[in-house]
């Protein structure tokens, strides 16, 4: 069976770390690019980060100032997502999706991605 799933959210507070999984199964992640996307309550979702397949380059959101780093461990088919300094604006459902690019990797939230994980809540509040 195909699929993507994340693990690693929970409550924390303000200032506080989280390490974020994505992990496949049926399929080879180290074949894709990935994003980490997010959806706030009431809030259309947006794209934090992307890792590529073709040489490991990472990309982030703006808005994140450098607090997000994403990483892959392909033995473990799995990707990372490493959230520092979490503020309670980072409260949201995280996903992870699996896409295919010839160069570099995407986190537009209306691309054509091949695979979505459920999300893993994500709560930071004092």
């Keep these: 069976q195909v699929q993507l799933v994340e693990s690693g959210g929970g409550l924390v507070q303000p200032g506080d770390s989280l390490r ?3 992990a496949a199964s049926g399929f080879t992640l180290g074949s894709y690019s990935i994003g980490w996307f997010r959806q706030a309550p009431g809030k259309e979702r947006e794209g934090v980060s992307c890792i590529s397949t073709s040489d490991d380059k990472t990309y982030y959101a703006e808005f994140l100032k450098g607090r997000f780093t994403v990483s ?3 033995a473990k088919n799995t990707v990372y997502l490493q ?4 503020k309670p604006e980072d409260t949201a459902v995280y996903y992870c999706a699996a896409h295919t690019l010839t160069v570099g990797c995407t986190f537009h939230p209306g691309w054509r991605y091949d695979y979505w994980g459920q999300g ?4 930071v509040s004092s």
Excluded at 83 to 86: G, P, V
Excluded at 120 to 123: A, P, R
């Design 20 to 22: 974020l999984s994505c």
């Design 83 to 86: 959230m520092n300094s979490l």
């Design 120 to 123: 893993t809540q994500v709560t």
């Design 72 to 74: 892959r461990d392909n």
